[in-house]
Structures are given as C-alpha cells and as structure tokens.
C-alpha cells in the first residue's frame, strides 16, 4: 500500500475509533474494529472507492454489528457481568463533542442503555445522534431503507429516554461539590450524610474488580451508602492489595463526576456518579484490571488537580 492510501486511512483513523467504541462501549475492541477496517482498506480496489470516509464507516460500522452479534459476545453481556469501558474526559476516543447529544452518546448511562438495543437499533442511534448521518447515509451503510432507519431510531431514542436517569449536564461546580461530600461522608462513616445525598430511587453498579461472575447491584439508599462507607473506608488488606496508599483524585470520566483511586502511576479504580436534581442518581464501581488500562494510559499524560486523599 503506497503512503497516500496509509495517509489516507489514518487521517480517520480517530473518527473512526470514536465511532467504533460508541457501537462497542469497549476501546480495547474498538482498536480491533479499526485495525480490522485497515485490512479491509489495505485489501480494497480503491480506485473504485468514490468517498473513502463513507466507505471506511461502512466497513467499521457493519465490523462492530458482527461483534456484537457473535455468540461470545451476546454470552458475555447476557451474563450482567459487563459495563462500559471508561475514559478519562479529553481522550480522542470519545470524540465529537459539540453538541449535548454527541457528549450524551459516549457517557456510561446510556453505554450502558444502548446494550438493550439491537445491533442496527445502536447503529443507527449513534450513526445519527452522536456522527449525524443523514437516513440516506445510514441506510446505505446498513444495507436497509431509509423508512427502517427512521424506524430504528425512533424505537431507540424511545427505549432510551425512557430508561434515562439523571438531569442532563450538571453544573461543574456542584458536581465536584456532591462527590466531594459523598467521598467525605463514606471515608468517615456518616450514613445518614450518605442517604441524604442520594436520590430516592437511587442504584448502585460494581463489577467486583472482575472477580464476580456477575454484577452487584444495589436498589436503596440505605444498601448503598452501607457499601460506600465499607468501600472507600481504608483497611490495611485494601493497602497490600494496592502495593501500598492511593491518592484519591476528583476526575471527569465519559463526561461525567468521577473519583479515582491512584495507587503509583496507575488507577486501581474508578468510581463514577450520574446526577439528578443535585443528588445522586447512580454510583458505578470498575474495578476489573482490564477496563482500565486505557484509562491509565491517559492519567500517566494527564496532569491532575491535587488529590482529594493524598494517602488512601
């Protein structure tokens, strides 16, 4: 392949990763999907190629729907075992941001919704919302009509809105200022601080550091603030499973409040908080290795603001 055609192909190459990891929730699959596309792109006639971007869409777009339809995948994420991948707020791989539905798209909420979508109900979704394909564009690059495609994002857009929590884009400021006095109130044992600034029907999410074969989640209030104030409480066996004290850093991950615990130059954890009405609406722990080595990547070039705990 002669060097305009790599050019080519890596001039897209973030666009396209962003897109892939909106259809995947997973960047390390993401890079996958890529890297598959530039075979595709290295094998192709691409003299008979008339707009190489629409083309490369195409062939990552249909390359995550195979994904998501194979077996081991469908095992996986039917098991409640898996959440999305986060991502330290500024990587490339989150992408176009412009818009509120574009910043929407990529956070974990609605990652996490778009799991109960079909392939092409996502695609579609996302190919609109979050890149701004027009029906036409969609439907040539699913291989369905126009009037399928329409259709598609209207039953996705309905599922989603009506599964959605949270208020939207919280106020920066007060974000930082809930989850600083969650992180107070959980360190110091104070329940009753801790229920206060959940919402009532507020829920909890953990992957148990990716020891548990499934999920732990947690309905009430009173359950979550007992798992936060157990959580984040240090203990000596926390500190020999880390390899010593963690910082604890205030972080925006997928757009959304987060705190990281940060043994060394790696994070051990992430835990992040969807807001409603200037309360907590959701809490999610990733803890599992795997989830987070691009998350690490990024804190390592990241120049944080002083720890909230300097030694956890």
């Known amino acids: 392949m002669d060097s305009t055609a790599i050019d080519r192909f890596e001039a897209g190459r973030g666009r396209l990763a962003s897109l892939a990891y909106r259809l995947l929730g997973s960047a390390v699959d993401a890079e996958d999907a890529v890297q598959d596309a530039f075979l595709h792109w290295q094998a192709a006639d691409r003299q008979r190629i008339g707009v190489p971007e629409a083309w490369l869409a195409k062939v990552v777009t249909n ?15 039917t098991a409640g075992a898996w959440l999305p991948e986060p991502l330290l707020d500024g990587d490339p791989m989150l992408g176009p941001a412009d818009t509120f539905e574009q910043r929407e798209s990529v956070s974990l909420a609605v990652l996490t919704l778009l799991e109960r979508l079909s392939p092409h109900e996502r695609a579609v979704y996302v190919l609109r919302e ?43 400021a007060s974000a930082r200022r809930i989850v600083e006095e969650f992180l107070a109130a959980a360190t110091s044992g104070r329940t009753e601080r801790l229920v206060a600034l959940l919402t009532d029907d507020a829920n909890a999410i953990s992957d148990g550091a990716g020891l548990a074969q499934r999920l732990m989640r947690y309905d009430t209030p009173q359950q979550i603030a007992a798992v936060a104030r157990a959580g984040f409480r240090p203990t000596p066996a926390k500190r020999r499973f880390a390899g010593g004290t963690s910082a604890v850093h205030y972080a925006r991950v997928n757009g959304a ?11 051990l ?11 907590i609406a959701t809490v999610r722990g990733i803890a599992a290795p795997a989830r987070l080595v691009r998350l690490t990547e990024a804190w390592r ?10 030694q956890w």
């Open 301 to 310: 070039r990241h120049e944080p603001d002083p720890p909230l705990i300097a």
């Open 257 to 267: 409040p987060a705190v990281l615990f940060v043994p060394g130059d790696r994070i």
């Open 130 to 172: 979050a890149f701004s394909y027009t029906h036409a564009e969609i439907a040539e690059i699913l291989g369905i009509t126009e009037s399928a495609s329409q259709q598609h994002l209207h039953r996705a857009r309905r599922r989603v809105t009506t599964a959605r929590r949270g208020d939207g884009e919280a106020d920066p």
């Open 63 to 77: 390359l995550c729907i195979d994904r998501l339809r194979s077996a081991q995948v469908r095992r996986e994420r």
């Open 269 to 279: 954890g992430a835990v992040t908080f969807d807001l409603a009405d200037d309360r």
